[in-house]
């Protein structure tokens, strides 16, 4: 769908885009200008492999803070974002044979990187009827003895949940009995709505040796194109997880890290800004599309996105997906690409736009499904 919506608008057409997960904010100036203060002051050589100190000591502080790891700073890999960081904990950990269990609706990319280090893709749907609650009896039922880990995004992109922590230990004794590893994505960590709380599934007991916790800064702090997180392991796994990163790249790029340690240590009441700005894109797109003809939105406790039901409409998502952008210039994502599960099911982007074109989106989303 980005594909098609780029040639479309590269062809002049005025499209509003709500299909990628991109925030609309810019980085904050205090982010930008340690940056920039870093590489004035020469920090433009190489680095640790692990990362900067400084960086490491923020992220162990933040750790403790917020997600109730205690962690020292060298379990702490500092990564290229989290996709990097995902890559690396499947291409560590994952072998021949490997299973991996993604809860469906999934995130797709973690499927070719699990067939990228050799291991099998099995997807667990979750059921849209319980609002894709963690049902630990659907999980257990696809668990083999070829199977090796969990992969787990909580709060969860596409659906919006945020993971209670009972659904979180119905996983994580699933984890313990069976003898599994989690990968756990955790970048929408402090995008919560309405009082939801994210609790990191490595801070119960028994997770931490056996979970891979992930975390950056694309969503939160409008850092998308910095490319820059880290993610936090066993002592057990450190020495296999820097056999690929300081393969594959190295280390991080030196000076950015310098824009890390701000966004870690900076003024809270500027990431409180920013997520109160998504918290009132959300308010307008899913009140705006509970009114639309044929339509039903679950209000999202986190993440960027909502994942309205069209199954009313009678037409599949993806045709409903392309028919918004040729017939309306609007771009989302059809709820069947987060696989069979997400059928029935639009992934609407509200982190990407201003208030004003979202108004303009939901205005035509609207005449559209009217017009069905």
């Known amino acids: 769908m980005f594909g098609r919506a780029a040639a479309l608008a590269a062809a002049g057409r005025p499209l509003l885009r709500m299909e990628v997960g991109m925030p609309h904010s810019d980085t904050p100036a205090h982010i930008k200008q340690a940056t920039i203060d870093a590489l004035l002051a020469g920090k433009v050589h190489y680095s640790n492999l692990p990362g900067e100190l400084h960086f490491r000591e923020a992220a162990r502080d933040k750790l403790k803070r917020k997600n109730a790891l205690d ?59 319980n609002n894709f609650a963690i049902d630990p009896a659907r999980i257990e039922a696809k668990i083999t003895p070829r199977t090796k880990m969990i992969v787990l995004i909580n709060p969860c992109n596409p659906t919006g949940r945020v993971y209670t922590r009972a659904e979180l230990q119905g996983l994580a004794d699933l984890a313990i009995r069976h003898d599994l590893l989690v990968v756990s994505d955790e970048v929408y960590e402090d995008i919560l709505f309405d009082g939801a709380e994210h609790i990191s599934i490595a801070s119960l007991p028994g997770m931490e040796a056996r979970t891979i916790s992930m975390f950056a800064f694309t969503k939160s702090y409008a850092m998308d194109g910095w490319r820059i ?30 824009g890390a340690t701000a966004a870690l240590t900076g003024d809270p009441a500027v990431l409180a800004g920013l997520v109160a700005e998504d918290k ?93």
């Open 229 to 258: 997180g880290y993610m936090v392991a066993p002592d057990w796994a450190i020495g296999p997880l820097l056999k690929i990163t300081a393969n594959d790249v190295t280390h991080v790029n030196t000076f950015i890290q310098d």
């Open 71 to 129: 962690v020292p700073v060298d379990r702490i890999i500092v990564t290229n974002g989290l996709t990097h960081a995902s890559y690396a904990a499947i291409m560590a950990l994952i072998d021949d044979g490997d299973e991996a269990i993604l809860l469906e609706p999934y995130y797709p990319q973690h499927i070719g990187k699990i067939e990228l280090a050799g291991g099998s893709v099995v997807t667990a749907g979750l059921d849209a009827a």
């Open 280 to 372: 009132a894109k959300r308010d307008i797109v899913v009140s705006r599309l509970n009114q639309m003809a044929g339509v039903r939105c679950a209000w999202p406790e986190g993440t960027i996105y909502a994942f309205p039901d069209i199954r009313e409409t009678g037409l599949s998502s993806q045709e409903v997906a392309e028919r918004l952008l040729e017939d309306a210039g609007v771009a989302v994502e059809a709820g069947s690409f987060y696989g069979p599960t997400g059928e029935g099911h639009l992934r609407v982007c509200f982190g990407s736009l201003s208030e004003e074109d979202i108004t303009e989106a939901m205005d035509r989303m609207q005449r559209f499904f009217g017009a069905l």
